[in-house]
């Protein structure tokens, strides 16, 4: 499962919610891979405007949590607080919270490494059709709706020989 997410959109943090009660029934049969896809012109020059202002900020903190091998701690913290229009200081801040070498990310902020990082995850969203957030795909797969995830997982599970969900 690839999901294409913003921190500052709702939806996407109803989604991880949803993943957080999902992953541990799947029983192993689910890998999600987080792909930063802001919907802020500041790093997406695709947008015509900013729906969420900040959320370059957020998404290359967790670039530079997973440069420290602490994106998933880096992920709950940020979801887990409703912020708006984020600044450098809030990213810092909310690392140094899940656990990052705050000066470590305050660094890594501007590191252009760092942003070619984001623009790269960015462009791989454009080049498969994202345009909104959360986006998923499953097998290569988008869905059209998001509340489809659990039933093609599942049926992608079981093509692969595992059993239903649940059983």
């Known amino acids: 499962m690839v999901e294409y997410s913003d921190f500052l959109c709702p939806f996407c943090r109803n989604l ?10 799947a029983g192993g049969r ?10 802020d012109k500041e790093c997406n020059s ?20 997973q440069y420290q091998g602490k994106f998933e701690a880096y992920h709950d913290r940020v979801f887990a607080e409703e912020l708006r229009n984020p600044q450098p200081s809030d990213v810092v801040r909310l690392a140094g919270e899940a656990g ?5 990310v305050d660094g890594c902020l501007s590191d252009p490494r760092t942003k070619e990082a984001l623009a790269a995850q960015i ?13 998923v795909f499953i097998n290569g797969k ?15 599970a079981q093509r692969k020989g595992f059993a239903p969900l649940g059983r």
Request: net charge positive.
């Open 16 to 25: 991880a919610g949803a993943l957080v009660q999902f992953i541990p029934q």
């Open 30 to 39: 689910v890998a999600v891979y987080f792909k930063n896809y802001p919907l």
């Open 46 to 65: 695709r947008l015509p405007s900013s729906t969420h202002p900040g959320a370059c900020r957020l998404a290359l903190g967790a670039i530079c949590a």
């Open 100 to 104: 990052l070498n705050a000066a470590a």
């Open 123 to 135: 462009a791989e969203g454009d080049r498969l059709g994202v345009r909104s957030t959360p986006t």
């Open 142 to 156: 988008k869905l059209p709706r998001i509340n489809d995830f659990v039933p093609l997982i599942d049926k992608e």
